[in-house]
Nanobody
Framework: QVPLVESGGGSVQPGGSLSLSCEVTRSDFSMYDMAWYRQAPGKERELVATITPDGTLNYQDSVKGRFAISRDNAKKTVYLQMSSLKPEDTAVYYC????????????WGKGTLVTVSS
């Protein structure tokens, strides 16, 4: 297993900002595509953003311009900076790591709750 340690999250008012972090504690971080997913109550898990080892980015349309994914290979950490948050962003956010050479090596964090409410 490749432990993924997530941190951040919490409650914020609409229009506010939050930052999530995910540290990969035991693996060769540079061999992994990293991603953030989220799952809202009663809904399926959905992809939010991805970042490849060379820094190629991809975002779900609903978060473009508001969320930013980044990675620090030296710290083996991926970040999700969220701004202009909306109530519909409320969800459990999950970190995902997938080995670029062996796709079956696919690991998930335990999730962190983000609540956007006034």
């Amino acid at each position: 297993q490749v432990p993924l340690v997530e941190s951040g999250g919490g409650s914020v008012q609409p229009g506010g900002s939050l930052s999530l972090s995910c540290e990969v504690t035991r693996s060769d971080f540079s061999m992994y595509d990293m991603a953030w997913y989220r799952q809202a109550p009663g809904k399926e898990r959905e992809l939010v953003a991805t970042i490849t080892p060379d820094g190629t980015l991809n975002y779900q349309d609903s978060v473009k311009g508001r969320f930013a994914i980044s990675r620090d290979n030296a710290k083996k950490t991926v970040y999700l900076q969220m701004s202009s948050l909306k109530p519909e962003d409320t969800a459990v956010y999950y970190c995902n790591a997938q080995n670029i050479y062996m796709r079956a090596m696919d690991y998930w964090g335990k999730g962190t709750l983000v609540t956007v409410s006034s």
